[in-house]
């Protein structure tokens, strides 16, 4: 098991504050109890990033589609102006789709940064790599970017925590050291 003081566990509405208080070039590493707290965590960040920090935002969910989260983001706000900043601002992917059918996933991440005034949010859930057993993959991929970036980007990779108690101890250590945080968000 990880050291207990690697790990921090939050509450829903204080890991939220921690996440809204994460700098520029953040990477975190984000262990979630269920789909819906991970809903509700998104709803919140996102609606602060594109409504008040103007930030381009790219999800990749892999427990819930692409449309189920569109809706649950649009649905969040029914100002028509906030509807449109939405569709300008946020782009949905799958998981599976983002990480392995794309040529170079942090080359297309990159091309949104260069092309961002304000800056990238992505949440990518670590999913597919557990659904098609490729954990030795997620550990190099993750280690394959940097623990902080120099870039206006914010990275929160998510776990649903019974994928990540499958990880092996020295994996789990690694993609805990490697990250700048680590919080385990809690169920109420």
């Known amino acids: ?75 969040a706000d029914n100002d028509k102006d906030m509807t449109k900043k939405y569709e300008d601002s946020l782009i949905v992917m799958d998981s599976i789709k983002g990480h392995f059918d794309a040529d170079d996933h942090m080359a297309f991440v990159n091309k949104l940064v260069n092309r961002a005034e304000n800056g990238v949010l992505v949440i990518a859930d670590a999913g597919p790599f557990f659904y098609l057993n490729k954990k030795e993959k997620l550990v190099e991929h993750e280690l394959s970017m940097p623990s902080r970036f120099d870039t206006d980007l914010k990275r929160f990779c998510v776990f649903h925590k019974q994928d990540f108690n499958t990880l092996a101890e020295e994996q789990r250590q690694k993609l805990i050291n490697h990250h700048g945080r680590v919080l385990m968000v809690e169920d109420k």
């Open 1 to 75: 098991m990880p050291r207990e003081n690697d790990i921090r566990k939050y509450h829903l509405d204080d890991a939220l504050e921690q996440i809204n208080q994460s700098e520029r070039g953040a990477h975190h590493l984000i262990i979630y109890p269920n789909q819906r707290v991970l809903r509700e965590l998104y709803t919140k960040h996102v609606k602060t990033q594109i409504e008040q920090e103007n930030k381009t935002v790219l999800i990749l969910p892999h427990y819930e589609t692409t449309d189920s989260l569109k809706k649950t983001l649009l649905a």
